[in-house]
């Protein structure tokens, strides 16, 4: 009798879950993303405002890293026009907002870039209702945009609550591919833009803490300045629960390596950021601690064209999914 597949699912989007999702398509699994439908900024914002579709950019980069089709078709999918009308756009967002409009579908518009992609694992949007992503900061300030929060770089104002106007429901399929999970990972990414914002869709949070899965947290290499500014490894624990439940995690992934200093020092004068200090021992909550070189060794680069901030300082996708395929076999 054949041994079934373990089911993965991947929740959070933008750069987090491309990384994860470029390792882990390499070993024998069942392996769906679950994608934050919030993105509000660059080529994906002026789509989602003057079309009416849903934010395509981090499902398509979802779609990209799951991708086993022939090279042209990946630099086809994440090209970016540098020049014209164009300037700024993403063919790929261009092209899934076009399918959108056609069939009528976001599921169907998902699944045909996918067909075409050749996709070794489902993109799954975490709901199909239309929301805008707001935070409210300690100081009582609200910012409304994913986009706005994102770019909002004030010192010593930390977040308080994040919350989805209107309210937003979790897609069924999101909803039965989660249930069925054998292991969920959480991030890497943006805490606040791109993982917590799949957890305050209404029913989310409930249904993860009580599924009978792995639950696998990798934290951030670096703070980001307005959000997890000073934050320690502990922090991202703590605030991954409050959403989940306490003692809801089982694992979290640490990276053991530091990057060069002369790249430490190229972040911080870029994005003001420090490296995230690990302040825990063998066991957090209820989470066991995996400490790994998860590191890249390569300093990302991005184009001339592209205005949305960028991390320098990513993990290593081979690296990091061999710790969570191993954790989770």
């Known amino acids: 009798m054949k041994k079934q597949k373990k089911s993965i699912v991947t929740i959070g989007g933008g750069t987090g879950s491309f990384v994860v999702l470029s390792g882990l398509k390499n070993y024998e699994i069942d392996l769906n993303a679950v994608i934050a439908m919030t993105d509000s900024g660059g080529s994906t914002g002026k789509l989602r405002d003057q079309l009416g579709v849903l934010p395509p950019g981090d499902l398509r980069q979802a779609l990209v890293a799951l991708s086993e089709a022939s090279d042209v078709w990946r630099k086809l999918f994440t090209y970016r026009f540098e020049a014209g009308d164009l300037e700024g756009h993403n063919f790929g967002n261009i092209f899934l907002s076009a399918i959108e409009k056609i069939t009528e579908s976001n599921q ?15 993109v799954i949007p975490i709901t199909f209702d239309k929301c805008t992503l707001c935070a409210e900061y300690e100081d009582g300030s609200v910012i409304e945009g994913e986009s706005n929060i994102d770019e909002n770089d004030t010192l010593g104002v930390s977040i308080k609550r994040l919350f989805l106007k209107p309210s937003a429901s979790i897609n069924l399929e999101a909803k039965r591919v989660i249930e069925r999970a054998d292991a969920m990972v959480f991030g890497p990414g943006d805490l ?14 409930e249904i993860i803490h009580y599924v009978k899965a792995k639950k696998i947290l990798v934290v951030n290499l670096m703070a980001k300045i307005g959000q997890t500014e000073n934050f320690k490894v502990s922090d991202f624990i703590n605030e991954v629960e ?11 992934i640490v990276n053991s390596k530091n990057p060069s200093k002369d790249l430490v020092e190229r972040y911080k004068d870029i994005d003001k950021a420090n490296l995230i200090e690990d302040d825990v021992g063998g066991t957090y909550s209820r989470a066991k601690i995996i400490r790994a070189d998860i590191l890249s060794d390569d300093a990302y680069e991005k184009s001339s064209s592209d205005k949305v901030r960028r ?7 081979d690296k990091l999914a061999k710790v969570i395929y191993k954790l989770v076999k």
Not at 108 to 122: N, W, Y
Request: proline share 4%; hydrophobic share 40%.
């Open 108 to 122: 169907e518009a998902i699944d045909r870039a996918a067909e075409i992609l050749q996709t070794s694992g489902r």
């Open 192 to 205: 606040y833009t791109s993982l917590v914002p799949n957890l305050i869709v209404s029913g989310v949070g």
């Open 311 to 317: 991390s320098l300082i990513r993990h290593d996708p």
């Open 242 to 252: 409050r959403y989940l439940g306490e003692g809801a995690l089982n694992y979290v």
